[in-house]
């Protein structure tokens, strides 16, 4: 069973995060909490997420629009060219010409140059065969993908400055523990110079020890150079300038053991599956092509809808003119034959289908070996701090026997350089473990989701 939820519950998980006002306006060195919640709220990669969730909720609100009536309306004007003259008889005059016939009144009718028409249609869907249904839950698949995407987002940054964090806290010791070893060099080789002078020592020891001075001098330099570096990274997470001086507490804290009552490996396993953001977009492709599927298949059901109407006409005589109208009808339309063209797509979504299915297989199986990797390099690194910190303890024991004898004149200057040497690398080792060691409880808090 894996041991480590007390650290898990300190370093990562469970985080309380406090108010950011609170943080911009707070003194003293940031933990690793603030952090967290300044690079939350400063994060692009989450303001992305948040408007995604805004598109494909706008989305959701759009279907749900479908099985609504819709209204248009419809205006056009026409100006004619040229007025339009209409000639013709209205009877017959009372006076009788020279043949003896009443002639016919003859008119003209200048019927104008302007031409209105409006219209307005109201269209009411009742029966789509599910295709609005279906609509409807693809846009909300969409919104779902979107949600766990955003979850996985906040997990990832918290990751990643828990990483940082714990990095920066680890060079900074050891600059720490190489300013120790450099002085304790500066007073060995001062000390062998003095010997050296008096007969007492040869002039190759004190060679070596000069030597060891510059190697440690220069690998101060180098871990100064990898403490910026880190400190520039956190700084970009957290929303701070690059080359800030960031203030971090000065201790890392020692786990003291690993607790054996949080979930087995197949549990944490399980857990892992649950909190894929990208098994959960594999699940919502896939509900999204049954759906799809879905509407092909009913691409040869009827649709029926409602639809009225009302239309007016307008011209310029001598007189105006209107012309009202209103129509009222219920419309089927059935493609009850479409070369093969539904039938095909549906096959189509089916394959897509499959491709997923056999997709999310091997992410299961990729998820539960990256979980038992990492329990597995959790372990490791708690052990690899018991087994530091005794080295430390060893070293700094053996190196003073060793001086003890040196100034007794019973051992040589290289072998009280290698002791010295041995608590060096000892207590580097040491905060490498600390920050390895946080780092995988980082890295399975991002499985497992541990702080929900």
């Not at 050296?196 to 510059?214: D, F, K, T």
């Not at 879905?294 to 409602?306: D, Q, S």
């Not at 290289?414 to 040497?421: I, W």
Request: net charge negative; with cysteine; glycine share 6%.
């Amino acid at each position: 069973m894996l041991r480590y939820f007390k650290a898990a519950a300190a370093a990562v998980g469970f985080f309380a995060i406090p108010a950011v006002s609170s943080i911009l306006t707070q003194s003293g060195p940031l933990t690793l909490e603030q952090c967290i919640a300044m690079a939350l709220e400063s994060n692009v990669s989450i303001e992305v997420a948040n408007e995604r969730i805004a598109e494909k909720t706008l989305a959701v609100k759009e279907a749900s629009t479908a099985n609504k009536p819709k209204l248009s309306a419809q205006a056009v004007y026409t100006r004619l060219g040229e007025a339009t003259t209409v000639s013709g008889v209205v009877g017959a005059s009372p006076i009788m010409n020279d043949n003896g016939f009443y002639s016919a009144i003859p008119f003209e009718l200048d019927l104008g140059k302007n031409v209105y028409n409006v219209g307005v249609t109201l269209t009411q869907p009742i029966y789509t065969g599910g295709k609005i249904t279906a609509a409807k839950q693809i846009a909300g698949y969409g919104l779902s993908a979107s949600e766990w995407q955003r979850k996985a987002t906040v997990r990832e940054v918290k990751r990643d400055v828990t990483k940082a964090y714990y990095n920066i806290l680890a060079a900074r010791k050891s600059l720490v523990a190489l300013d120790s070893a450099i002085s304790m060099m500066e007073v060995l080789t001062k000390d062998l110079s003095n010997a050296v002078e008096v007969g007492m020592r040869g002039e190759h020891e004190l060679l070596q020890a000069q030597v060891q001075l510059l190697n440690q001098r220069l690998s101060r330099q180098q871990a100064s150079s990898g403490a910026t570096a880190a400190a520039d990274y956190l700084s970009t997470l957290i929303g701070h300038p690059v080359n800030s001086d960031l203030d971090l507490v000065k201790e890392i804290e020692h786990p003291e053991t690993l607790d054996r009552s949080v979930p087995d490996l197949t549990a944490l396993q399980a857990r892992a599956r649950d909190a894929s953001a990208d098994l959960k977009a594999l699940e919502e492709q896939v509900s999204i092509i049954e759906t799809s599927a879905k509407i092909a298949g009913a691409t040869r059901i009827p649709t029926v809808a409602l639809q009225a109407g009302y239309s007016g006409q307008g011209t310029s005589f001598e007189k105006d003119y209107w012309n009202n109208g209103f129509n009222a009808s219920l419309i089927a339309q059935w493609d009850f034959y479409d070369w093969g063209a539904a039938s095909q797509k549906k096959s189509q979504a089916l394959s897509q289908k499959r491709q997923l299915e056999l997709s999310m297989e091997n992410l299961r199986t990729m998820i539960d070996m990256q979980v038992k990797n990492t329990m597995i390099s959790l372990e490791d690194a708690f052990a690899s701090i018991e087994t530091s910190q005794k080295n430390i303890e060893q070293s700094k024991r053996s190196y003073e026997i060793s001086y003890d004898r040196f100034q007794e004149g019973a051992l040589l200057s290289s072998e009280l350089l290698t002791a010295q040497n041995s608590i060096l690398q000892a207590e580097i080792s040491y905060y490498a473990a600390l920050s390895n060691f946080y780092a995988k409880l980082a890295d399975m808090d991002y499985l497992v989701k541990l702080d929900d």
